[in-house]
């Protein structure tokens, strides 16, 4: 009788997660000895009743590997440790199903588990590894901010995104004069907005890692214009913030999605640099899920594939309790409880931060 092998998708979607499917399932196929089925909505398609499994043939995955999104779905409610549950009286709580979970695919003959997510989904994986689950996990965000790994697919194409749309911006601000704001994404890590500022030649760039100081960003401002000539292209990302303040966003309003929902730094900036007395015209652009979506750059399918590979060769191994880990231009593995012991920020020093500065980038801190 062949193995089992259930595969999902977690946490918010990314380009390349259908290549880590496709790969997975591939090297599986090849073996002869495992069959593959994929869990809808993350976890979610286990726990409901009936089960919401799609068996993943060589045929339904074929070509998948250029194609944004996940054909799992995904979901970033379905923490099984703190499940939303809605009380007869319409108000909610919540219940750890965990063992439950684990239990029930033991029961469904699955040998082993491999769980494609972020930060919080890797989480999720220690804690059922912990309660016998056969688990691999595979990292994935366009953050960046998984510390165990030196990279993770999606973020390459969340960075050609967003240099492709400032280098329109870049354009429209010189004909205009204007100081073009352009939010993007990275709630804890300023890793998009550092890379976008150095492939498109931003003046400044505001990450979490450095809180700004607002007098610091208009002198930067006034600097590059004279006579009312001159342009600004500024990249922020959505969880950078002036100091002492904190970062803009609201509680998040579904029910399980633990998530402060970030967003309007942007338009603060701008409100704030106008309430200054900026002369020149200020615009802003909030990228958002724009970076999350459409087909993955080559880079990153290349290396969804062969995280795909890696956590087949460890489900073989019998690795478990591991996640995938790109290191050193190489791919290894971690263990999921260093894995997700701490968070991958820029670090102030990083090279980066020095190339920028040396090439005139501002922070706004100095
Ligand atoms: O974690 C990736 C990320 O893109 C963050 O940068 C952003 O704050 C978040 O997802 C938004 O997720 P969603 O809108 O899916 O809740």
Same mark, same amino acid.
């Given at each position: 009788?062949?193995?089992?092998?259930?595969?999902?998708?977690?946490?918010?979607? /990314?380009?390349?997660?259908?290549?880590? +499917?496709?790969?997975?399932?591939?090297?599986?196929?090849?073996?002869?000895?495992?069959? /593959?089925?994929?869990?809808?909505?993350?976890?979610?398609?286990?726990?409901? !009743? $009936?089960?919401?499994?799609?068996?993943?043939?060589?045929?339904?995955?074929? *070509?998948?590997?250029?194609?944004?999104?996940?054909?799992?779905?995904?979901?970033?409610?379905?923490? $099984?440790?703190?499940? $939303?549950?809605?009380?007869?009286? *319409?108000?909610?709580?919540?219940?750890?199903?965990?063992?439950?979970?684990?239990?029930? +695919?033991?029961?469904?003959?699955?040998?082993?588990?491999?769980?494609?997510?972020?930060?919080?989904?890797?989480?999720?994986?220690?804690?059922?590894?912990?309660?016998?689950?056969?688990?691999?996990?595979?990292?994935?965000?366009?953050?960046?901010?998984?510390?165990?790994?030196?990279?993770?697919?999606?973020?390459?194409?969340?960075?050609?995104?967003?240099? !492709? /749309?400032?280098?329109?911006?870049?354009?429209?601000?010189?004909?205009?004069?204007?100081?073009?704001?352009?939010?993007?994404?990275?709630?804890?890590?300023?890793?998009?907005?550092?890379?976008?500022?150095?492939? *498109?030649?931003?003046?400044? /760039?505001? +990450?979490?890692?450095?809180?700004?100081?607002?007098?610091?960003?208009?002198?930067?401002?006034?600097?590059?214009?004279?006579?009312?000539?001159?342009?600004v292209n500024l990249v922020v990302a959505e969880g950078a913030y002036e100091k002492n303040k904190e970062s803009i966003g609201e509680r998040a309003i579904d029910q399980g999605d633990p998530h402060k929902k970030l967003g309007g730094i942007g338009n603060y900036l701008r409100s704030k640099l106008e309430e200054m007395g900026c002369q020149a015209?200020?615009?802003?652009?909030?990228?958002?899920?724009?970076?999350?979506?459409?087909? $993955?750059?080559?880079?990153?399918? +290349?290396?969804?594939?062969?995280?795909?590979?890696?956590?087949?060769?460890?489900?073989?191994?019998?690795?478990?309790?591991?996640? =995938?880990?790109?290191?050193?231009?190489?791919?290894?593995?971690?263990?999921?409880?260093?894995?997700?012991?701490?968070?991958?920020?820029?670090?102030?020093?990083?090279?980066?931060?020095?190339?920028?500065?040396?090439?005139? =980038?501002?922070?706004?801190?100095?």
């Amino acid at each position: 009788m062949k193995k089992k092998l259930l595969i999902l998708t977690g946490g918010g979607d /990314c380009p390349g997660l259908n290549a880590v +499917i496709r790969a997975t399932v591939r090297a599986a196929l090849q073996t002869k000895k495992w069959e /593959c089925y994929g869990s809808i909505e993350a976890f979610n398609g286990m726990m409901s !009743d $009936p089960v919401e499994i799609v068996k993943l043939t060589k045929k339904k995955t074929g *070509g998948i590997h250029v194609k944004g999104g996940t054909i799992l779905q995904t979901t970033n409610k379905g923490n $099984p440790l703190d499940y $939303p549950i809605q009380r007869p009286d *319409g108000t909610w709580t919540t219940k750890d199903i965990s063992q439950d979970l684990v239990d029930k +695919i033991i029961d469904h003959g699955f040998d082993a588990v491999v769980n494609i997510g972020g930060d919080g989904s890797q989480k999720i994986s220690q804690a059922l590894y912990e309660k016998g689950l056969n688990i691999i996990g595979v990292p994935k965000t366009i953050d960046n901010d998984l510390s165990a790994t030196d990279l993770t697919f999606g973020f390459s194409t969340a960075v050609q995104i967003a240099s !492709d /749309c400032f280098d329109k911006l870049v354009t429209t601000a010189e004909s205009h004069h204007r100081v073009m704001i352009m939010e993007v994404m990275g709630r804890d890590a300023g890793w998009i907005a550092l890379h976008t500022a150095i492939s *498109g030649g931003a003046e400044i /760039c505001l +990450i979490p890692e450095i809180p700004f100081d607002m007098e610091e960003v208009l002198k930067k401002i006034n600097k590059r214009y004279k006579n009312g000539k001159g342009f600004v292209n500024l990249v922020v990302a959505e969880g950078a913030y002036e100091k002492n303040k904190e970062s803009i966003g609201e509680r998040a309003i579904d029910q399980g999605d633990p998530h402060k929902k970030l967003g309007g730094i942007g338009n603060y900036l701008r409100s704030k640099l106008e309430e200054m007395g900026c002369q020149a015209q200020i615009r802003t652009t909030t990228l958002g899920h724009i970076q999350r979506g459409g087909t $993955p750059v080559a880079f990153d399918r +290349i290396l969804a594939t062969s995280m795909g590979v890696k956590a087949f060769e460890m489900v073989q191994n019998r690795q478990f309790g591991q996640m =995938v880990s790109f290191k050193n231009n190489s791919l290894t593995h971690v263990s999921l409880q260093e894995a997700t012991e701490s968070y991958n920020h820029v670090d102030t020093d990083h090279y980066l931060i020095k190339t920028a500065r040396a090439i005139g =980038v501002s922070f706004g801190d100095k």
